[in-house]
């Protein structure tokens, strides 16, 4: 058992770095269609697309919002978001560094780092979460026609796709499914060492199968 055990904790920790990684480089992605959007968008050619889209719009009455803002509103969470993945590939490094992956009992170190680990990308997850749905909601509400008016004037293509903002949902499930996996394992090594002790000192059921197998780890 404990090498199933032991192959699935390398498994587990390898799980890790990947879901850290797959963050970093969501984060690196999530501004890409906004870029390619938005940032050739001036204040000057929105107010030339809003008289030609809005000709028939009663005098007086304000032009309806480009919503073009969240461009720049969404930047700082960006670099925040950046920020938390270095953070989790860091976490991640750290179940190398103590020989979570490797060793056949668990320490204090072991503990900390798989603990540390697991909270840090529950709580990534949760935070990037409500972060990108709300910036998602924000950016379905932009003003198409204006932003195509812009585009077509500039020669550039109007691209309006939520692909990185649902991609979220995978990335973030990665990220949750390696904390529960971490912490199952703990809870499995530690079932497994308290079996072990117990065979060793005769406290518990000692099938000689199972003693021949203590013997020899």
Same mark, same amino acid.
């Given at each position: 058992?404990?090498?199933? @055990?032991?192959? #699935? @904790?390398?498994?587990?920790?390898?799980?890790?770095?990947?879901?850290?990684?797959?963050? /970093?480089?969501?984060?690196?992605?999530?501004? =890409? +269609?906004?870029?390619?959007?938005?940032?050739? &968008? $001036?204040?000057?050619?929105?107010?030339?697309?809003? *008289? @030609?889209?809005? *000709?028939?719009?009663? *005098?007086?009455?304000?032009?309806?919002?480009?919503? /073009?803002?969240?461009?720049?509103?969404?930047?700082?969470?960006?670099?925040?978001?950046?920020? #938390?993945?270095?953070?989790?590939?860091?976490?991640?490094?750290?179940?190398?560094? $103590?020989? =979570?992956?490797?060793?056949?009992?668990?320490?204090?170190?072991?503990?900390?780092?798989? =603990?540390?680990?697991?909270?840090?990308?529950?709580?990534?997850?949760?935070?990037?979460?409500? @972060?990108?749905?709300? /910036?998602?909601?924000?950016? &379905?509400?932009? +003003?198409?026609?204006?932003?195509?008016?812009?585009? +077509?004037?500039?020669?550039?293509?109007?691209?309006?796709?939520?692909?990185?903002? +649902?991609?979220?949902?995978?990335?973030?499930?990665?990220?949750?499914? &390696?904390?529960?996996?971490?912490?199952?394992?703990?809870?499995? *090594?530690?079932?497994?060492?308290?079996?072990?002790?117990?065979?060793?000192?005769? $406290?518990?059921?000692?099938?000689?199968?199972?003693?021949?197998?203590? &013997?020899?780890?």
């Amino acid at each position: 058992m404990y090498k199933k @055990q032991m192959t #699935a @904790q390398k498994v587990i920790c390898l799980l890790s770095i990947i879901a850290s990684v797959v963050t /970093f480089v969501y984060a690196l992605g999530l501004m =890409t +269609d906004l870029y390619d959007s938005l940032y050739p &968008v $001036t204040d000057r050619y929105v107010t030339m697309a809003q *008289k @030609q889209v809005y *000709k028939s719009l009663p *005098k007086g009455e304000p032009y309806p919002e480009t919503g /073009f803002g969240i461009y720049k509103e969404m930047q700082p969470f960006n670099s925040q978001l950046l920020l #938390a993945s270095i953070g989790l590939i860091l976490l991640s490094g750290l179940l190398y560094i $103590t020989n =979570t992956a490797t060793r056949r009992k668990y320490y204090i170190g072991n503990i900390i780092s798989s =603990t540390l680990a697991a909270a840090g990308n529950v709580a990534v997850a949760l935070w990037a979460h409500t @972060q990108v749905v709300a /910036f998602r909601a924000q950016y &379905v509400k932009i +003003d198409v026609e204006v932003l195509k008016w812009v585009l +077509d004037k500039l020669k550039k293509p109007c691209v309006v796709s939520t692909f990185w903002f +649902d991609a979220h949902y995978f990335v973030l499930a990665l990220s949750l499914l &390696v904390a529960v996996l971490l912490i199952l394992n703990m809870i499995w *090594k530690f079932s497994l060492m308290k079996q072990e002790r117990q065979l060793l000192s005769g $406290t518990g059921p000692q099938p000689e199968s199972e003693v021949g197998k203590v &013997v020899s780890a």
